[in-house]
C-alpha cells in the first residue's frame, strides 16, 4: 500500500525502523491499519539523521495530519525513559538523542520505543496474547533471537538491556561458545540445513529429509534452553513466538512446548502461540504506544 | 533476643515462617532492629490454623502495641495480589487465604508476602543494594536456590510463580536430569563434598582440597547458569546473593561473576553482591513491607 489518507477514523502513525526497510502503519480508532507505506532505511547512520528524515517522509506519505501522534519503534539498544537510541550494530549509532530529534522532526508527539518491545505491546494487546492475564512474553525469531515481557501489559526495559535471550552464550555440547541466536535463529535454522528459510527446513523435516530434522530438532532444544531461563525468571503465562521460525506454526510449536515443559518440572509451563501481526508487529504496537501516550 | 517490647520507636513487626522456624523482628522508623523472637515452626500444618497461631506468638512476645503492621513473609507458592498461601511442600498446604486469616487473628492490618521476594526487598531498600538503580535481584543460595525481581523497587509476583530458578532442569553433561538446586544449593554442595557446610566446603577448597575444589567449580558453573539466563531476561544491575553459600564471600562472588560475564558476551554485567542481612532478610522485609502498607 502506498496511501497519503485523510481519513475521519485515523488516530496513530507507528513507524518501526528495521534493518532493511522504515515501515510504517496508519492506525484506526479501533485499532485496524487503514495504510501501510515502507521505504529504504539508510544505513549506517551514525548520527541518526537520514533515520529521521525517512520516518518523516514515511508519515507524510501514510498522512497529511501533522497532529496524529506518531510511534516510532528503534532496532538496537533503546533506553524508552530517557529517549535514547544507546547502540544498534546496523545503524551504526551511539547515544543519539533520538526522541528530541524525531519530536522536532514530526512537530508532534513521539513515543519511542524498542521494536522488540513494540512488537510485544502489539501481540499482547490486539495480537496472539490479547486479553491474557499475568505476565506476558513476545520472542521474535528471526535474523536474531530477543524477548519483550510485558507486566501488568508494560514491557520491562532495564534501560534498554531486558530481553536479550539471543546473546547468551551456549556453554556446552555441539554449539559451545555459540550465542543462542548464532544456532537458534530462523536465520541460522536456514544456513545450517542449506537453504533459504526456516519454514523450508521445516517443510523439509516434515517430508522426512534427515538433515533437515536434525536441524529443525537442534533449533528447538537450543531456542527451549532459553525459554525455560526466561520462564522460570518471570513465569509468563503465555509466550508468543514470532519472525520467520513461527510460520512453521504447529511444527514449531507442539515439540517447543514439549521442550520447554520438560525443562521445568513442577512449574506452571507458559503456553506458546504463534504471532498474530507477523512482521508488522512493531510497527502496530509503535502506533498503539503514539496512542497511549496520548491519552 | 526475646523481648516484649513497647518502644515508642517502634514501627512495624516482621514475621518469617520458615520450613523450622518462625522468625520475628520488631524494627523502628529508621529500619533498625529493636527485637527478635523465634518459635519453632508447627509442621506439617495442611490448615494453616498452626502457623496462623504461632505467628500471633511472635508478634504478641516483640510488642505489647497490638496496631503495629504485621508483615508476614511464607514460603512456596505465594500469591501477594489474592492473599493466598498457594503451595507449600513443607507445610503440607494448597491454596489457604493466609491473609484474611492472619489479619482476623492479629487484629491489625497485615501485609502478606514471600520470603524470597521480602528478602528481596530487604536488600534492596536498607541492605546490599541499598540507593542502586534499575533492576535489582536477590538470590538465597541455601537449601534451595530461588530469585526476587525487583522493578522500580517492587518485586515481581507473576502469579507466585516468578523466580523459580531453582527448578530449572539441567539438560546437559555431568548433572544431566537434576534440578539447578539439586546441585548448586548450599545443602547439595556440603552433601556432595561430604561435608557440613558449603562454606566448609569453601574453606577447603582455598586450602588445596582437589575434591573440594571441584565441588565448588560445579556449584558456581551450575549457578551462573541460572543467573545468565534470569541475566539476559531482566537485565538486573546488581544481583544479591543470600544464604549459606554467600557466606563465602570473595572466594564465591569472583569467580562466579567471572563465569556469568563469560556467559553474556557483549551485554551489560550485573554486579555480584553477598546479602547484608543474613538470615534475618526475609523478616526485615516483611516488616518494610508491613510499614509501606500503612504509609
Redesign the interface.
Known sequence: MNAATMSAGAQAVGIDVGGTSVKGVLLSSDGSLLAAHRLPTPSPDPTGEGVVETVAQVRDALTQDRQLPVGVALPGVVDEDSGMAVYSVNLGWRDVPMLEELTKRLGTEVALSHDVRAGGVAEARTGAAAGRA??VAFVPVGTGVA?A?L?DGKP?V??G?????G???I???EFQGQ?LEEVASARATALRAGVASAREVASAAARGSAVSQQVWNETI?VLA??L???S??????VIVIGGGLALAGRQLIVPLGEELE???????TPELMPAAHGDAAAAVGAALLGLEQRA
Chains 1, 2 share one sequence.
Open positions: 499475568g505476565v524477548a515481557v507486566i520491562l532495564a534501560g538491556y531486558a530481553g536479550e535471550i546473546q547468551l552464550l556453554t556446552h555440547g550465542r532444544t534452553d532459553g525455560a531461563g526466561l522460570v525468571t518471570v513465569a509468563p503465562t520438560r525443562r521445568l518440572p513442577g512449574l506452571r
